[in-house]
């Protein structure tokens, strides 16, 4: 064989040639595939759909830092204002209750929550939950402050106390020897200074239940991440501990501690408000788990009403300004006002006479959903709990602008809002226990438009739940997935092959090749 270029000439146009059919041929087999699998349905959208926020449904002193927070930061404004409702949930816990009814005096409602954001990884919830709490922050680093000059003052009374004890023992040593009557004993009584709280992160179950017995009205605990106090509270010999936050969400449910050494501390009513962040995949986990017939499936995760999951904004400004001074001092006064008032002597709040009419409207609405039978068991366990919900929320926003007493109609339209909104999003957080189906459907159509064998024409049952994916991870979810995504032309069940050995086949699926230019 020769070796000049007359001849790699020729070769490189035999080898085109050659690719060209190769392609043609490659073409035409995609072609006669195309003509054998009809075309797959698209699949539904993985959540459903959730009400937008819109700024009025917030009291008028919070709508500026608010709006601030979400613009800066650029995050949805259910970010930020279900935040600070929360922080109001904090700031008021049992220094205000609410009777919802205007006759029944015996159902008052402490207007404390629970809530949260879920959103993924690096979508700024810590961020923004830092931002809102900061005012509330304030307040309480000025009860910090207060109280470590109390207890500097009460240092000094202690040395005063000590010193004039000692004089009392030697006038006491000295009227025996003379034999005369003893002096009186001076009040030497010093008590220790309260540490008035109202922020708490990350403590034991036993130091959370002294905070609480040193703040009569409560405490609000902010947590970066739910998730891990979830599992926590799941853990073997934590019963005792998710029993008293049970009792905390109440607001108004004794609780007494007694151990060797240490002696009993008794707390008349605990109460705390909660706010956290929380990812999808782990909520996912946890409800999937939680939810099951079980020592967690107790109610706990319904407690939180103000659970929030929005659609993540698709586009990004970049907004660089200094941030709004005056919307967080108003935001401040709001707290530092609510903070200022006594749990002993707490505000009593009643609907005015139409805002009284409308609540009726609103609960016999409410009941009717929760006896029906179209909602899942946990989704109504869940709505249930807007009984409190709104009239507490009402309270909130009522005592946010100045209010004392009376709920108007205006605030109570707001809290009716409210709850329809925060229902929407709590149809999203448990679509996954609701219909696991279809959201495994979902997820497994994802992962094939994603990539997932590729270079596959079929796959294995086994390998799908293998991966460990969330809501595919059991050999159930996963056949369910694969059953729905055949019902609509993605997936066709293979035939098996008897084994000679007699073993039972696998479960097998062909992937149809077009679902990959499938949209979501």
């Not at 039978?373 to 109504?380: I, N, Y």
């Amino acid at each position: 064989m020769t070796t000049n270029g007359h001849t790699l000439d020729f070769l490189s146009a035999e080898q085109a040639d050659y690719r060209r059919a190769a392609e043609m041929l490659a073409a035409a087999q995609a072609e006669e595939t195309a003509t054998v699998w009809p075309e797959p349905q698209p699949i539904g959208s993985e959540l459903p759909p959730v009400l937008p926020l819109n700024e009025e449904l917030l009291p008028e002193a919070l709508r500026p830092l608010c709006a601030d927070v979400a613009e800066r930061m650029q995050v949805p404004l259910d970010f930020p204002s279900v935040a600070a409702v929360l922080c109001l949930a904090g700031a008021t816990n049992r220094r205000a209750r609410i009777q919802p009814k205007a006759e029944d005096s015996a159902w008052l409602v402490v207007p404390n929550l629970w809530g949260g954001i879920v959103a993924a990884p690096g979508f700024m919830k810590s961020p923004v939950v830092h931002a809102i709490t900061a005012p509330l922050r304030e307040v309480s680093e000025l009860w910090r402050a207060e109280h470590e000059s109390e207890m500097a003052a009460h240092a000094e009374a202690v040395k005063l106390s000590e010193l004039r004890r000692r004089a009392w023992e030697q006038k006491v040593i000295q009227a025996e020897k003379a034999g005369k009557e003893t002096p009186l004993r001076p009040d030497d009584s010093t008590a220790e200074p309260r540490e008035r709280r109202l922020i708490v992160n990350d403590c034991t179950f036993e130091a959370l239940h002294k905070i609480m017995a040193d703040n009569p009205a409560g405490v609000m605990v902010v947590r970066d991440e739910l998730t891990g106090w979830l599992a926590s509270l799941d853990r073997q010999g934590r019963e005792g501990e998710r029993a008293f936050c049970l009792q905390a969400w109440n607001g108004d449910t004794d609780h007494t501690i007694d151990r060797i050494g240490r002696g009993s501390i008794h707390v008349p009513a605990c109460c705390m408000s909660m706010l956290g962040g929380i990812q999808p995949g782990r909520l996912r986990s946890y409800l999937c788990d939680a939810l099951r017939d079980g020592p967690s499936n107790d109610g706990l995760i319904q407690r939180f009403q103000l659970l929030i999951w929005p659609d993540s904004a698709t586009t990004w400004n970049y907004i660089d300004r200094p941030p709004n001074a005056r919307a967080s001092a108003a935001a401040k006064e709001v707290y530092r006002r609510l903070a200022a008032m006594d749990a002993e002597f707490p505000a009593r709040l009643r609907f005015a006479p139409d805002a009284q009419e409308l609540f009726v409207a609103w609960l016999s609405e409410l009941e009717a959903k929760v006896r029906g039978d179209e909602l899942h068991p946990a989704l109504v366990a869940h709505i249930a709990k807007y009984r409190s919900l709104m009239p507490s929320l009402a309270a909130l926003f009522e005592l946010a602008d100045g209010g004392l007493e009376v709920i108007s109609l205006a605030h109570t339209r707001q809290a009716a809002a409210w709850c329809e909104y925060l229902e929407s999003h709590a149809r999203r957080v448990y679509s996954c226990v609701a219909a696991p189906a279809l959201r495994a459907a979902a997820e497994l159509a994802r992962r094939i438009r994603g990539g997932w064998r590729a270079d596959k024409t079929s796959f294995r049952l086994r390998e799908v739940y293998l991966c460990g994916w969330s809501g595919l991870d059991t050999p159930g979810l996963a056949r369910a997935a694969c059953q729905a995504l055949e019902d609509a032309d993605w997936l066709r069940r293979i035939d098996p092959v008897l084994s000679p050995d007699g073993g039972r086949p696998a479960e097998e699926y062909a992937i149809n090749p077009r679902c990959r230019e499938v949209k979501k």
